[in-house]
């Protein structure tokens, strides 16, 4: 059995993780890896570097759940009380 290039458990090299990421630079990997705790690291196959497309995909969705505003509900107004005529 094969897997395509799209299937999560595949190993994706460097030039398409920053392909992935909008044609990114080598220093923007970089950046990453040196800053970045979060961002996957890769796994060294004859000295080149590969990417898990699982652990990327899961490093954007948690990068998006951080960024995204939490939802604000607004609270209701009191109800006002009417003056009672005597």
């Known amino acids: 059995m094969t897997h395509t290039q799209t299937s ?12 992935r990421y909008g044609g990114r630079s080598h220093m923007w990997i970089e950046r990453r890896l040196k800053d970045d705790p979060t961002f996957p690291r890769p796994i060294y196959i004859a000295r080149m ?3 898990r497309l699982a652990e990327l995909i899961a490093w954007e969705r948690a990068k998006a759940a951080a960024e995204r505003p939490a939802i604000v509900v ?5 109800a006002r009380r009417q003056p009672v005529a005597a």
């Open 74 to 78: 607004p609270r209701q107004p009191a």
């Open 8 to 19: 999560e458990d595949s190993l994706i090299p460097t030039s398409d993780v920053r392909a």
């Open 49 to 51: 570097r590969y990417w």
